[in-house]
């Protein structure tokens, strides 16, 4: 999550700005209720018709100043939001194009392209949603809680029964949906390298008549993603009946406690009005925790594969520095020296103290493949017995001219 804040921290005003506004949000949302208990266990009660017109403008005012909460937060989150979508991209990108050519061997286009559009996107959405939903429902579900156990004190083991049944039974079903929501991402991974096989050689497929394999292929990767994705919807499926079941029977309870205290004189009507309108708003805020925790095990896989990227290693060995790079230009002339090809697995030097010298710009004498090796010339001697003494073995500068044996 160091990736998340890091990526916040430049934008820490509009989000604050956010946070402030979500809040006077919450506690305008939070006091309207009382106000309405107010008003049927005092105005209506009494008849006092101008203390009901006073307790009613009050409430449309508060009503008022909450939507310009709501509204300033939904501005101030969206452009917070996109600005660390759009800087977290382009330093990605900037990362993937600086990565040496071992780094690039460890891993495959496909799976960088899905971490620089999908895995980013669920990073934006997520503070978005972080700004919003992450602050709005902790406070509404603590507002909500402080007020009926000062409503009514005597609510406290329903409300204990209820919150440890449902964030027991919601941790059981995060834990087992969270390697669920990795393995989705790497069958994404796996659409988009199928694809991009298929995009990238188009006309070997239809030279060699391939199409009907290519097919299968995807019908494949395809079939696994859809598997993947029902499974994790399956069981995170159960997340809001669980909570709806644990709401229903909280609130079924306390109705019939709370009609015998006013049957016994203890409990005002307006008071348990309040009561049930707090849980209403509680079970809005459970279901944006739940929601929030579903979307926290997505956006926790992806953080995890951006910081993959962002680990690999940068420079290749024996690439020239920048003020080497500065004074051949200047020359007119490239020469990199010292150039080594590691192999993955071992880590070990396969090949070593190659040489490349490109003496003027419009002067090529080697081709490079996509992977990073070098093609070497087939006028010259690549073999080091027809090379003089001293001459590094695979090096690309010419050698001197040899004698023909007859």
Avoid at 131 to 158: E, H, K, Q
Avoid at 293 to 306: D, E, H, Q
Avoid at 310 to 330: D, Y
Avoid at 361 to 380: D, M, T
């Amino acid at each position: 999550m160091r990736l998340l804040f890091r990526s916040l921290s430049p934008y820490w005003i509009p989000a604050l700005g956010a946070v402030l506004l979500m809040t006077g949000e919450v506690v305008a949302d939070v006091y309207q209720p009382l106000l309405m208990s107010r008003i049927v266990d005092v105005g209506i009660r009494t008849g006092d018709l101008p203390f009901i017109l006073s307790s009613g403008f009050r409430m449309v005012l508060i009503a008022f100043l909450g939507l310009i909460g709501g509204v300033g937060c939904t501005i101030l989150s969206s452009y917070t939001s996109q600005s660390v979508g759009a800087d977290l991209r382009e330093r990605l990108f900037t990362h993937v194009l600086s990565l040496s050519f071992p780094s690039l061997d460890t891993t495959s286009p496909p799976t960088l392209i899905t971490r620089l559009t999908n895995d980013v996107i669920q990073v934006q959405t997520f503070v978005l949603m972080m700004l919003r939903m992450m602050v709005r429902a902790p406070l509404l579900l603590l507002g909500g809680t402080v007020m009926i156990l000062r409503l009514n004190p005597s609510l406290t083991p329903f409300l204990i029964a209820f919150y440890a049944t449902l964030f027991l039974g919601m941790g059981f079903l995060i834990r087992k949906g969270l390697p669920l929501f990795n393995l989705v991402q790497k069958k994404l991974d796996g659409v988009n390298q199928v694809v991009r096989e298929n995009l990238a050689g188009i006309r070997l497929i239809k030279a060699f008549v391939r199409g009907e394999y290519e097919m299968g292929r995807f019908r494949a990767a395809n079939r696994e993603l859809k598997d993947s994705t029902v499974r994790v919807s399956r069981l995170m499926s159960g997340t809001l009946p669980l909570l709806f079941l644990s709401m229903n029977l909280c609130m079924i309870a306390i109705l019939w406690f709370g009609a015998h205290q006013i049957q016994g004189g203890t409990l005002q009507a307006g008071k348990l009005i309040a009561i049930v309108t707090y849980l209403t708003q509680i079970l809005h805020s459970m279901m944006m925790v739940a929601f929030l925790i579903v979307t926290l095990a997505r956006v926790k896989s992806s953080i995890g594969r951006i910081d993959e990227v962002f680990a690999l290693e940068r420079e290749a060995e024996g690439e020239p520095t920048r003020e080497e790079r500065q004074s051949m230009q200047e020359r007119g002339s490239i020469r990199k020296r010292g150039g080594k090809s590691r192999q993955r697995e071992t880590r070990r030097s396969s090949v070593y103290g190659l040489s490349h010298r490109l003496r003027s710009p419009g002067l090529s004498n080697s081709k490079r493949c996509g992977s990073g090796i070098g093609r070497v010339n087939p006028f010259w001697k690549t073999s080091p017995s027809g090379w003089r003494k001293g001459r590094p073995w695979g090096s690309l500068d010419p050698p001197a001219p040899v004698s023909p044996p007859f």
